[in-house]
């Protein structure tokens, strides 16, 4: 874990603005009040972008699942057209 930089309340209220970038780029920084930490400023945690493809190869035995029959009671709903949502009314 990187080393986080002190700054005190003080002088983080001037450069928040700054601060804020320099952290969301990676730094730490531990505020203090008459030296003693009170919070930690920290990156938030980068979301990952998704790859298409990338789980390719990871899912095994789905191919006999896709191709076995329903079985009857759900083939029933599906052709009987039991799940098709109502509309609600107004109230």
Do not use: C
Request: proline residues 9%.
């Amino acid at each position: 874990m990187p080393k986080a930089e002190a700054v005190n309340i003080a002088a983080a209220k001037a450069r928040l603005p700054e601060l804020v970038e320099r952290a969301s780029g990676g730094e730490r920084f531990v505020l203090t009040r008459n030296g003693k930490p009170k919070a930690l400023l920290v990156p938030l945690p980068r979301k990952k972008k998704y790859v298409f493809g990338a789980g390719r190869g990871q899912w095994h035995g789905v191919e006999r699942l896709l191709r076995a029959p329903l079985p009857d009671e759900l083939a029933e709903t599906f052709y009987t057209g039991a799940l098709v949502p109502t509309r609600r009314h107004r109230t």
